[in-house]
């Protein structure tokens, strides 16, 4: 069983729509991660949290420590939010000392205009 | 901005070559990590450093080696490629011990061994 699980896998959606993509872990954590990978590879960190919510434009993250979930809303998509969204945590005994993770297989999302 | 640099983005190699991926971070980050990401698998931690001249195992080391010579470069070397190995390689780096800081990734080097 992955610690790490993320759903959906695969996402299409309309310019305009709400999106939410979902990321559920069984390991008990210090923080947790939401990153983006355009294609061509490179990866940038949207929002690391312990607790609560975050908001950075039209991105939103959300986490539940008791029920081990956390959430990544997307308002009004838009195509160049077409990416692979991958959730990461960071556990309290794997090498969290030296900030090691573990990875969500990623949603692949699409957003057609 | 944090910059992580990859030296190469795309590379193809033959099979048995010794093969080095290099990474070179700007900001003095302690901590710095090499991933191998294929498709239905996200990414695996090969080797990670949390200082110069000392490394740890990540999750798949078999087939792998690094070296941190100095501070600011994390090498991953194949010591002889095979088509296994045929894979993104991406490195990353966070500061701090122990480190509550996102990791800064490089761009990839999409890695081809025939």
């Known amino acids: 069983k992955n610690e790490v699980e993320q759903s959906p896998q695969n996402l299409t959606a309309q310019e305009g729509e709400f999106i939410t993509i979902n990321c559920s872990y069984s390991?008990?954590?210090?923080?947790l991660h939401w990153l983006q990978q355009h294609p061509g590879g490179g990866i940038v960190s949207l929002f690391m949290l312990s607790s609560g919510k975050k908001k950075h434009g039209r991105l939103i993250a959300t986490i539940n420590i008791q029920e081990k979930h956390s959430s990544l809303h997307i308002t009004a998509s838009h195509p160049r939010d077409s990416a692979v969204y991958i959730c990461a945590v960071r556990s309290m005994n794997y090498g969290g000392s030296q900030g090691n993770l573990i990875f969500g297989k990623g949603t692949k999302l699409s957003v057609k205009p | 901005d944090v910059k992580v640099t990859q030296s190469s983005r795309y590379l193809v190699k033959r099979t048995g070559e010794k093969v080095f991926l290099e990474c070179v971070q700007d900001?003095?980050?302690?901590?710095m990590f090499w991933y191998r990401q294929d498709p239905g698998l996200g990414l695996r931690l090969i080797y990670f450093s949390y200082d110069v001249k000392m490394k740890e195992k990540g999750d798949i080391p078999e087939g792998y080696s690094v070296s941190r010579e100095k501070k600011e470069r994390f090498s991953l070397i194949l010591e002889s490629a095979s088509t296994n190995q045929t894979s993104m390689y991406l490195c990353a780096s966070t500061a701090g011990r122990p480190s509550n800081q996102p990791q800064h990734f490089g761009d990839g080097t999409r890695l081809s061994i025939l």
């Open positions: 390991v008990g954590i210090s923080a």
């Open positions: 900001m003095d980050h302690e901590n």
